[in-house]
């Protein structure tokens, strides 16, 4: 008998890259293998990944990656956004929510170990700081977090920017070296069912000029806090709203959740 214990085989989520995916404008394919897993408190994974396709990577702060975590006819992917890229090390960082409920991408998060392939194209997303803004405003919940913490921490010094962020409690905060984070707890109230974004949008200082406010996370919140934001007396052009996931829902195969923000009711 073998002594060799085989713990996982690095190639499970090697799924290949179709010709639709790596033909989305401005993409580059990335085969990529997983350099390290991390917890970031109870409900996030920081998951670093290096590979071929970041050896001269650019990207802007709110970009993402799409990964690749099935194979077949209608490859199933899901969309990270990019928490930081190590010039030196060439390696990605993604925090990932662990959500608890049962998810292709929170499966792959919660399952990956170093050595493991994956596969995706980036960078994607078309949402960014707004560098005619005089100051920026983010709101979103915790997988909103990475694009708007990265997003602050890359503003200008002396731009003013503030981010709201909902999470379940003070442990799940994440580091940032930027300053102007409220972190909101939402304890046990299902993200749906929080008003405290909305809430956030409402009472928000905003500081003189023509700023930018950067909305993401579940899609009935993020309608919410639109509404808010237009509320205020915002231009639809001053608001970004991107919805990352649906409630009840799974996303689709593309990784976008069905139903776009509205502002609508
Ligand atoms: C542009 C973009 C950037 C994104 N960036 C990030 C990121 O940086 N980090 C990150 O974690 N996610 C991010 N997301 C969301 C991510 O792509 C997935 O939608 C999410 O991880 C869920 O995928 P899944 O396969 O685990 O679950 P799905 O198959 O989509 O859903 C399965 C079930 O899980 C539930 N669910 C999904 N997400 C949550 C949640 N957060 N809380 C509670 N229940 C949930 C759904 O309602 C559904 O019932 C981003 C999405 C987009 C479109």
């Known amino acids: 008998m073998s002594d060799v214990v085989q713990t996982h085989t690095q190639d499970r989520w090697a799924f290949p890259l179709t010709q639709r995916l790596v033909s989305i404008p401005g993409v580059r394919p990335l085969e990529l293998r997983v350099i ?5 408190g109870e409900h996030m994974r920081r998951i670093r990944l290096g590979g071929n396709g970041l050896e001269d ?5 709110g970009q993402d990656v799409m990964l ?3 194979g077949g006819e209608r490859p199933l992917s899901r969309r990270y956004t990019i928490r930081g890229f190590d010039v030196a090390s060439k390696t990605l960082e993604l925090n990932i929510v662990a959500h608890g409920v049962h998810g292709p991408g929170a499966n792959w998060a919660a399952q990956t170990l170093p050595g493991d392939r994956i596969n995706g194209v980036g960078p994607r997303g078309k949402i960014f700081v707004d560098a005619e803004a005089d100051w920026h405003l983010f709101l979103g919940d915790e997988s909103a977090a990475p694009a708007s913490l990265h997003m602050l921490e890359s503003l200008p010094a002396g731009v003013p920017g503030q981010a709201y962020l909902e999470v379940p409690s003070a442990a799940d905060e994440l580091p940032t070296t930027a300053e102007g984070v409220t972190w909101l707890y939402r304890g ?8 405290m974004l909305v809430d956030a949008m409402t009472a928000a200082e905003l500081p003189e000029g023509r700023g930018h406010v950067y909305i993401a996370g579940e899609v009935q919140i993020v309608s919410a806090v639109l509404r808010a934001a237009l509320a205020r007396g ?3 052009e001053q608001v970004s709203p991107k919805a990352y996931w649906g409630r009840g829902k799974a996303n689709e195969n593309n990784g976008e959740p069905g139903d776009r923000p509205s502002a609508q009711g």
């Not at 390290?36 to 970031?40: S, T």
């Not at 046990?188 to 008003?195: G, K, L, Q």
């Open 234 to 236: 915002l231009a639809a």
């Open 57 to 61: 990577f650019t990207y802007q702060p």
């Open 68 to 70: 690749v975590l099935s």
């Open 188 to 195: 046990d109230v299902p993200a749906i069912r929080s008003t």
């Open 36 to 40: 390290e897993v991390a917890e970031l």
